[in-house]
């Protein structure tokens, strides 16, 4: 009898042991909180969108309550600059003027934001999109004045953003009522201001007020790089806030990784327990961070 049993097909027994591999992961995170920022590469990628979409809905299924807050700076430009209007940025951040804060509005709260519920659905999950604006999510401030040196004379000279908000304020109501019901929410980064105007926020800093408010058991930043990176292009896959602040001092991390690490730190000390940035390029990239031993990213903890 035994000589006429088939073998396994070795790919199915592979796949069997992926899962047993997940399951204590999957009993971990049950019942907990992830906040996922998601933007960059993986946003213009139907593909990628796909594999995003049906990792969220899978973290949905096994019992992780999943917040995503999404950004999307490059179509507001592609937008602005089909309409004409110039794009200006300050230290990163992109001067918002009344045009310029209702193109955003649109794009994010509108094109972007319903595509991503679209994704999601497609995956057979349930999803809402909202703004920060809606049921007074997330209340802001103006961003104060920024200095930058004047195209002409090169002196450096304050320049007001315009409606750029900071976050002041995150009212989860919304997002524990959504999360009863099953449903994921997909938040835009436009939030009201402590003056009834709306303010365009940046999606990183968003996510993470958000992330800090619902203290979630990990804030997902994805991204267009592997984490961060060593000098020898090694990546650092566990860092504390002290250890962060010595490699800005020493330029290990620079340029736009600087604001990215700086938005973990806020949320772990603001009381996430791990803040994780990722590769979103990479296939299932949160998949392998939340399910396997080994990781994908560089994971910020206090």
């Not at 204590?24 to 909180?33: F, V």
């Not at 000390?269 to 961070?289: K, N, Q, S, T, Y």
């Amino acid at each position: 009898m035994t000589g006429n049993a088939h073998a396994p097909d070795p790919a199915l027994l592979a796949k069997a042991e992926i899962l047993t591999e997940a399951l204590p992961y999957m009993q971990l995170h049950a019942g907990e909180t992830f906040v996922v920022k998601y933007g960059g590469h993986a946003m213009g990628d139907p593909e990628a969108a796909r594999d995003f979409a049906e990792d969220v809905v899978l973290m949905k299924m096994v019992g992780i309550n999943v917040v995503v807050v999404h950004g999307g700076g490059p179509q507001i430009g592609a937008m602005l600059k089909k309409l004409g209007v110039e794009s200006k940025f300050v230290g990163g951040l992109r001067v918002t003027d009344a045009e310029t804060a209702k193109v955003a509005e649109m794009v994010l709260a509108g094109s972007i934001n319903k595509e991503i519920v679209g994704w999601i659905a497609g995956a057979g999950g349930r999803a809402v999109g909202i703004s920060g604006k809606d049921a007074g999510l997330v209340l802001c401030e103006k961003v104060g004045n920024k200095r930058a040196p004047d195209p002409n004379s090169g002196i450096e000279r304050n320049v007001d953003l315009g409606f750029v908000g900071d976050p002041v304020k995150v009212d989860r109501r919304i997002l524990d009522s959504l999360a009863r019901e099953g449903i994921i929410p997909v938040v835009a980064p436009v939030g009201i201001g402590t003056d009834g105007h709306t303010y365009n926020v940046n999606a990183d800093t968003m996510a993470g007020a958000i992330a800090a408010e619902l203290k979630a058991k990990r804030f997902f930043l994805l991204t267009d790089v592997p984490g961060v990176l060593d000098k020898e292009k090694n990546l650092l896959s566990d860092l504390k806030p002290s250890d962060i602040g010595a490699l800005i001092d020493d330029d290990t991390i620079s340029g736009g990784m600087i604001p990215k690490v700086e938005t973990c730190v806020t949320a772990v000390e603001g009381g996430v327990d791990a803040a994780v940035i990722l590769d979103g390029r990479i296939p299932h990239v949160m998949l392998l961070e939340i399910f396997t031993k080994r990781g994908a990213g560089t994971l910020v903890r206090l």
